[in-house]
Protein backbone atom coordinates (compact mmCIF):
# COMPACT_ATOMS: atom_id res chain seq x y z
CA UNK A 1 0.00 0.00 0.00
CA UNK A 2 1.44 3.35 -0.90
CA UNK A 3 1.62 5.97 1.40
CA UNK A 4 -0.54 8.69 -0.01
CA UNK A 5 -3.36 5.68 0.37
CA UNK A 6 -2.11 4.95 3.75
CA UNK A 7 -1.92 8.41 5.32
CA UNK A 8 -5.93 9.28 5.61
CA UNK A 9 -6.63 5.59 7.01
CA UNK A 10 -4.04 6.38 9.92
CA UNK A 11 -5.97 9.76 10.21
CA UNK A 12 -9.04 8.76 10.39
CA UNK A 13 -7.88 6.06 12.92
CA UNK A 14 -6.33 8.51 14.89
CA UNK A 15 -9.09 10.49 15.43
CA UNK A 16 -11.73 7.80 15.88
CA UNK A 17 -9.39 6.99 18.76
CA UNK A 18 -8.59 9.95 20.05
CA UNK A 19 -12.77 10.94 20.21
CA UNK A 20 -13.28 8.10 21.82
CA UNK A 21 -11.44 8.92 24.58
CA UNK A 22 -11.65 12.34 25.04
CA UNK A 23 -15.46 12.83 24.54
CA UNK A 24 -16.77 10.75 27.69
CA UNK A 25 -13.89 13.76 29.53
CA UNK A 26 -15.29 16.81 28.05
CA UNK A 27 -18.94 15.92 27.87
CA UNK A 28 -19.44 14.41 31.46
CA UNK A 29 -17.19 16.51 33.83
CA UNK A 30 -19.05 15.85 37.34
CA UNK A 31 -19.08 12.77 38.74
CA UNK A 32 -21.52 9.91 37.65
CA UNK A 33 -24.02 9.06 40.49
CA UNK A 34 -26.06 6.17 38.97
CA UNK A 35 -25.06 2.84 40.45
CA UNK A 36 -25.73 0.99 37.15
CA UNK A 37 -23.96 2.74 34.87
CA UNK A 38 -20.89 3.02 37.73
CA UNK A 39 -21.40 -0.99 38.02
CA UNK A 40 -22.13 -1.02 33.74
CA UNK A 41 -18.76 1.11 33.17
CA UNK A 42 -16.16 -1.30 35.80
CA UNK A 43 -17.33 -4.80 34.31
CA UNK A 44 -17.21 -2.88 29.97
CA UNK A 45 -13.68 -3.95 30.17
CA UNK A 46 -13.90 -7.27 30.95
CA UNK A 47 -16.76 -8.41 29.29
CA UNK A 48 -15.08 -6.90 25.71
CA UNK A 49 -11.80 -8.93 26.91
CA UNK A 50 -13.43 -12.08 27.44
CA UNK A 51 -16.07 -11.61 23.85
CA UNK A 52 -12.31 -10.73 22.05
CA UNK A 53 -10.83 -13.68 24.00
CA UNK A 54 -12.68 -16.94 24.67
CA UNK A 55 -13.72 -17.85 20.88
CA UNK A 56 -9.92 -18.24 20.13
CA UNK A 57 -9.11 -20.18 22.98
CA UNK A 58 -11.39 -23.33 21.26
CA UNK A 59 -9.36 -22.59 18.51
CA UNK A 60 -5.63 -22.45 19.54
CA UNK A 61 -4.56 -25.53 20.16
CA UNK A 62 -6.11 -27.30 17.16
CA UNK A 63 -8.01 -29.95 19.20
CA UNK A 64 -11.57 -29.02 21.15
CA UNK A 65 -10.45 -31.81 23.66
CA UNK A 66 -7.14 -29.93 24.27
CA UNK A 67 -8.59 -26.73 24.53
CA UNK A 68 -11.36 -27.56 26.49
CA UNK A 69 -9.03 -29.39 28.97
CA UNK A 70 -6.86 -26.37 28.80
CA UNK A 71 -10.24 -23.77 29.33
CA UNK A 72 -11.39 -25.98 32.28
CA UNK A 73 -8.29 -25.90 34.40
CA UNK A 74 -7.95 -22.21 33.75
CA UNK A 75 -11.94 -21.72 34.75
CA UNK A 76 -11.29 -23.68 38.02
CA UNK A 77 -8.04 -22.20 38.85
CA UNK A 78 -9.50 -18.29 38.53
CA UNK A 79 -12.71 -19.78 40.38
CA UNK A 80 -10.20 -20.30 43.06
CA UNK A 81 -8.63 -17.22 42.91
CA UNK A 82 -5.33 -17.59 41.94
CA UNK A 83 -3.51 -15.05 40.06
CA UNK A 84 -3.24 -14.36 36.15
CA UNK A 85 0.12 -16.49 35.82
CA UNK A 86 -0.76 -19.27 37.80
CA UNK A 87 -4.05 -19.73 35.66
CA UNK A 88 -2.29 -19.10 32.27
CA UNK A 89 0.53 -21.91 33.23
CA UNK A 90 -2.22 -24.00 34.61
CA UNK A 91 -3.97 -23.67 31.57
CA UNK A 92 -0.66 -24.53 29.09
CA UNK A 93 0.69 -27.46 31.54
CA UNK A 94 -3.09 -29.14 31.42
CA UNK A 95 -3.23 -28.75 27.68
CA UNK A 96 0.15 -30.62 27.56
CA UNK A 97 -1.18 -33.45 29.47
CA UNK A 98 -4.34 -33.38 27.40
CA UNK A 99 -1.80 -33.74 24.20
CA UNK A 100 -0.17 -35.91 25.58
CA UNK A 101 -2.91 -38.66 26.76
CA UNK A 102 -3.96 -38.06 23.22
CA UNK A 103 -0.93 -39.13 21.80
CA UNK A 104 -0.50 -42.31 24.10
CA UNK A 105 -4.04 -43.42 23.18
Given at each position: ?????????????A??????????????????????????????????????????????????????A????????????R???????????????????????
Amino acid sequence: MSWSAYFPYLLVMAGVTYLIRMLPMTVYRREIRSVFIRSFLHYVPYSVLGAMTFPDVLYATGSLWTALAGLAAAVVMAWRGRSLLTVAIGACLAVAAAQGLMLLA
